[in-house]
């Protein structure tokens, strides 16, 4: 449940995280460069590179090196994994079972 | 020579039965005249109608407003999706310029193995590639989707100006396709109407007229042609003497 | 309509001047045929165009209303062909010549004429479907080409027994005078529909037609007065046929 926890706490550190993570989930197909996605959420390649690059870290971005270019997608397994672990920990939290 | 049918009745009338399989085909128009909804409507109808699985690539439409869009036509994109007869792929055009960028598109054609692709737009290209290297990185573009057999419809948005040219696109790209649909506005009685005309189709007869178009709350329905009109490639044509002498005398009936 | 009634006012003032005794004249046969064979084929070249036209956008369109019209036009070109080789002077050339022939051949094509013509406003609208339509144009077409075979074969072989309609020296007959006023009342009814339809919709089109009915009743009136096949008043009659012919192919030019 910690786990749970620190993953959720990282996911949602800030308004940018949110976005992306808003961004990729409604539009799972797709895989651009940080500038590209960045594009996509009215702002610039270096207002979101940490938080891209943390949500990597966090596994449920992916990405793959295109020639010179770095591309950012969803990792729809992992992906799958984060969500089950929050959904359980969420299930967690009911009254019924207490905290 | 099999032929890949959209769909849309009339238009398949019109190309003689439909694309040739694997060829591409460039819909281009300006903004409004409907090209994405044809793009869609012709992966919809191979999907629904022809079991032909789709692979939508967009540039700048994000998929969420493209199945929001297909909603309005009763079109369930995220079902097809769910159900992997489609795949939305989203990307810059820098992406797929790279060598390798073709490969992650490689990657989405051998998992959903689709017989039918659409890219929206073509000329999104532009904006990333200096215009004398174009023609080449999108004939190389091009040629790589010919290698995965798939047929393939490339929109191109193309400016319109008061006199409607048959060129497609200000840029050749043209030559590199395989057949060429050309979507216009038209004034007609003050109000504007869309036409279309096929002005290319390799290795194929298909009708040459102008013919009207609307995008109705099932899709795109093609018309007649435009026979009672003369001079609709100025954009401001006028009905036919007998259109508008049978108009003159009609009315007089209703009077 | 500063067209129509100036269209109507000079018309009246030219009958009220020639319909004078002192003005009287009967024209050379040199003269007079050139005059009518040329004011014939105007008015028939101009007749077929209208009934191309017509029958064209009743291919398209389906309106009996326009081929009711188009139909009118063409059995007056057609009828209006045969009655200018029948005119007396002209050579034997598939009908006989001569001023009991070209009248009968005339009336054919007035009468025919005037009642499609007529029966284009007043019958109801009714559109024929696409698959219908070719099959009436054809039977269309047919009739009259049956029309103009009746009307050769009624002159060349049966005019001996039909009444006069002129007699030499003494002029028109009653029954002449009494169809051409049929005619005339005819197309005043079709002109004074034409009137109500050009107030209503202010189509140019619709005003030269109503112009054209106009001055063709103009011309009945010369049809009506004539006692030589070469006088003053059949060559006003023909004058005024002419100018609704010019005013029926003006309707086709404004028409856009």
């Known amino acids: 449940m910690n786990d749970a926890r620190k993953i959720l706490d990282r996911m949602l550190s800030s308004g940018i995280k949110a976005d992306l993570l808003v961004l990729f989930h409604k539009n799972p197909g797709l895989v651009d460069v940080a500038d590209g996605v960045a594009r996509r959420i009215g702002r610039t390649a270096d207002t979101i590179e940490a938080d891209l690059k943390d949500l990597v870290d966090l596994g449920i971005l992916r990405m793959e090196q295109v020639g010179k270019l770095e591309v950012f997608l969803l990792d729809h397994a992992k ?14 939290l009911s009254p019924s079972k207490g905290v | 020579m099999t032929r890949v049918n959209t769909g849309i009745v009339e238009l398949d009338k019109i190309l003689n039965g439909g694309f040739m399989r694997g060829d591409t085909a460039m819909i281009a128009g300006g903004a409004g005249t409907g090209k994405t909804t044809f793009a869609l409507q012709y992966l919809v109808n191979g999907i629904a109608e022809f079991g032909e699985r789709g692979l939508y690539v967009t540039f700048e439409q994000l998929p969420d407003q493209i199945y929001r869009d297909a909603e309005s036509f009763g079109w369930d994109l995220r079902k097809m999706e769910n159900e992997n007869k489609l795949m939305v792929m989203c990307t810059s055009p820098d992406v797929l310029l790279e060598p390798a960028g073709k490969d992650i598109l490689g990657r989405f054609i051998d998992q959903i193995r689709p017989s039918r692709v659409v890219m929206d737009s073509l000329s999104h290209i532009a904006m990333f590639v200096p215009e004398r290297e174009l023609r080449r990185e999108a004939y190389r573009l091009l040629m790589y989707l010919k290698t995965k057999r798939v047929t393939t419809i490339a929109t191109y948005e193309s400016s319109q100006t ?29 109000s504007l109407r869309k036409a279309l005309v096929i002005t290319k189709m390799r290795g194929s007869g298909h009708d040459k ?9 099932q899709g795109i329905k093609v018309a007649e042609p435009f026979t009672q009109y003369e001079g609709i490639l100025t954009g401001a044509p006028r009905r036919s003497m007998a259109e508008a002498f049978t108009d003159a005398f009609k009315k007089q009936r209703r009077s | 309509m500063a067209y129509l009634l100036s269209a109507l006012l000079v ?74 080789m029948a005119y007396p002077g002209m050579p034997l050339l598939l009908v006989r010549s001569g001023t009991n022939e070209a009248i009968y051949l005339w009336l054919f094509a007035r009468i025919s004429g005037s009642f499609l013509l007529l029966a284009s406003p007043v019958l109801p609208e009714k559109e024929m479907s696409p698959e219908a339509r070719d099959k009436v144009l054809l039977y269309t077409l047919a009739a009259v080409a049956l029309l103009s075979v009746g009307s050769v074969y009624t002159v060349n072989q049966l005019l001996d027994k039909l009444p006069l309609m002129f007699i030499p020296g003494k002029g028109l007959t009653m029954l002449k005078v009494g169809l051409e006023f049929l005619v005339t009342i005819v197309l005043g009814i079709t002109g004074l529909l034409y009137l109500k339809s050009y107030l ?27 006692r030589h096949a070469y006088d003053i008043h059949n060559t006003l009659g023909h004058i005024f046929k002419l100018a609704a012919f010019i005013a029926f192919l003006l309707g086709l030019i404004l028409v856009r």
Do not use: W
Not at chain 3, 63 to 76: E, M, P
């Open chain 2, 209 to 217: 007229r102008l013919r009207e178009f609307e995008i109705t709350s």
């Open chain 3, 11 to 84: 018309s009246a003032s030219v009958y009220l001047i020639f319909v004078q005794e002192s003005l009287y004249v009967v024209f050379d046969s040199s003269v007079y045929l050139p005059f009518h064979a040329a004011v014939e084929i105007f008015t028939i070249l101009v007749a077929v165009a209208v009934a191309y036209v017509s029958l064209k956008g009743y291919r398209r369109d389906g309106s009996r209303t326009i081929l009711l019209l188009g139909s009118a036009f063409l059995v007056q070109a057609a009828l209006d062909t045969i009655h200018n």
């Open chain 1, 79 to 92: 992906d799958r994994e984060v969500q089950s672990v929050i959904a359980d920990h969420i299930k967690s």
């Open chain 3, 200 to 226: 209503s919709s202010g189509n140019r089109t619709i005003l030269m037609f109503t112009i054209g009915v106009s001055l063709f009743i103009f011309a009945e009136v010369g049809f009506m007065l004539y």
């Open chain 2, 162 to 190: 008061g006199a409607m040219s048959l060129s497609a696109t200000e840029t050749g790209l043209s030559f590199l396709v395989d057949c060429v649909i050309l979507l216009r506005f038209v004034e007609i009685e003050s």
